[in-house]
């Protein structure tokens, strides 16, 4: 079972930390995102989303309180502003949108359930409000159904796969590291053990 005290300076400056890095690999994966839109066409959109998601899975899950994931979302759509992204201040809407999907999920289970298919749920959760959210900014109701459910469909698969999947193997990886001893991962990693 999870602290759900304030968060330490420690926990603090791993959000933080996470914020920055993934505020530098979201802009990068823009790129990955443009190309592959021009080779493979407009879908290409919800099928890399997922990855988008994943800064909030990555956090809340070595953190493991409320607010992780909201709060490192946000902060890396803050990282992107700062570096330079052509999408604005609009972008703290889309990151506090993202992680405000991640973190219902882990508020369902009090925050104390981080196993893989919650962590995937997360990115289901975080792809259901984004999809509502670009449904309004970008006026899908003038779409036609098949292609609507298309998009639901795919936006869904990669917030699981991309943001869920790929968040816990990158926890994993970090964890191996020994980067993440004594935080909450870490003392339910060990009471597991015993």
């Keep these: 079972m999870s602290d759900t005290r304030g968060w330490t300076l420690r926990e603090t400056l791993i959000v933080t930390v996470l914020g920055a890095v993934f505020g530098v690999l979201y802009l990068g994966w823009v790129?990955?995102?443009?190309?592959?839109?021009?080779?493979?066409?407009?879908?290409?959109?919800?099928?890399?989303?997922?990855?988008?998601?994943?800064?909030?899975?990555?956090?809340?899950?070595?953190?493991?309180?409320?607010?992780?994931?909201?709060?490192?979302e946000v902060l890396t759509a803050g990282v992107q502003i700062l570096l330079g992204s052509p999408a604005g201040l609009l972008l703290l809407v889309t990151g506090a949108v993202q992680g405000a999907g991640a973190e219902l999920v882990f508020a369902t289970t009090r925050w104390r359930n981080y196993s893989l298919p919650v962590l995937m749920a997360a990115g289901i959760g975080a792809a259901l409000f984004s999809f509502a959210y670009t449904w309004i900014r970008f006026d899908y109701g003038s779409l036609q159904p098949g292609i609507l459910v298309a998009m639901f469909v795919l936006r869904c698969l990669?917030?699981?796969?991309?943001?869920?999947?790929?968040?816990?193997?990158?926890?994993?990886?970090?964890?191996?590291t020994g980067a993440l001893a004594g935080l909450a991962i870490d003392h339910e990693k060990r009471s597991a053990l015993a």
Excluded: C, N
Aim: hydrophobic share 65%; glycine share 12%; charged share 10%.
């Design 31 to 72: 790129q990955v995102w443009l190309i592959a839109q021009a080779v493979f066409g407009s879908l290409t959109m919800d099928v890399v989303m997922g990855f988008w998601f994943v800064a909030s899975i990555v956090a809340a899950a070595i953190v493991r309180k409320p607010g992780v994931a909201f709060a490192a």
């Design 158 to 176: 990669s917030g699981a796969l991309l943001g869920g999947w790929l968040g816990q193997l990158i926890v994993e990886a970090l964890y191996r």
